[in-house]
């Protein structure tokens, strides 16, 4: 089975100050983790993804993630936080063998960035 | 239109109505998808399809009946639906099913279940 926990139900941020939104995941084998974002009405977008390779991974609006195998841990980064960044964030893990069709969600963290 | 497509936005039904949702995409991908997004819960992937043809079904209530006819289109058939059905109902395509292809959203149509 596979699994992905959000910890934090909302972050809070100042404008400038570096980002994080944490992930952890649970899989058999080996992951396909994404990341996604939701503004308010719309659909979720997507913002990057871990397929295989280099751990950092480098993605839309200058967000990336990094990839740690030894924590099961994919967070999303983002060096200089503006309040347009301020949206729902959506990690996801496909076990790429025992996955199937389906990715599964996290529950989601709220990121408010605040001048 | 680009992307992925919703229609309607907002739906308001009767718990005996019969009603459709629509999705539509734009970018040439094989396999479509519905889910169903409720506050404070994860997504909810309802069915998958691939080339038209259903490859998952997610122990999805019979109230709700899919329909692909082509790799472009997707409808949400509902019919007799229960209050705890309101919820934001999300399609999505990407290239296959498999594998480490990345879905595309559309806006999402938001169902009230009077």
């Known amino acids: 089975a596979q699994s992905v926990a959000q910890p934090e139900d909302q972050v809070n941020v100042a404008e400038g100050n570096p980002l994080t939104v944490k992930c952890t995941y649970s899989?058999?084998?080996?992951?396909?983790l994404f990341w996604y974002v939701q503004y308010p009405n719309r659909g979720l977008q997507f913002l990057l993804k871990?397929?295989?390779?280099?751990?950092l991974v480098k993605g839309s609006y200058g967000f990336e993630a990094e990839f740690n195998k030894s924590q099961t841990s994919f967070h999303l980064k983002k060096p200089s936080a503006l309040v347009s960044d301020s949206a729902l964030y959506f990690c996801?893990?496909?076990?790429?063998?025992?996955?199937?069709?389906?990715?599964?969600f996290g529950t989601g963290t709220q990121l408010k960035v605040e001048l | 239109e680009t992307g992925v497509t919703q229609t309607p936005r907002h739906l308001v039904m009767g718990m005996t109505n019969k009603k459709s949702l629509k999705c539509e995409q734009h970018?040439?991908?094989?396999?479509m998808y519905w889910y169903k997004q409720s506050a404070k819960k994860p997504l909810e992937l309802m069915f998958v399809?691939?080339?038209?043809?259903?490859?998952e079904n997610n122990s999805v209530p019979s109230r709700f009946s899919p329909e692909c006819p082509n790799s472009s289109h997707l409808f949400l058939h509902l019919h007799t639906l229960q209050p705890e059905d309101s919820a934001l109902y999300l399609c999505?395509?990407?290239?296959?099913?498999?594998?480490?292809?990345?879905?595309?959203f559309g806006p999402g149509t938001r169902l009230t279940v009077t």
């Open positions: 999505a395509s990407s290239q296959d099913h498999r594998g480490s292809y990345e879905q595309y």
């Open positions: 899989v058999s084998g080996n992951p396909y």
């Open positions: 871990y397929i295989t390779g280099d751990n």
């Open positions: 996801a893990v496909r076990d790429i063998m025992g996955g199937g069709n389906k990715l599964t």
């Open positions: 970018l040439g991908h094989n396999a």
């Open positions: 399809y691939s080339l038209e043809e259903r490859v």
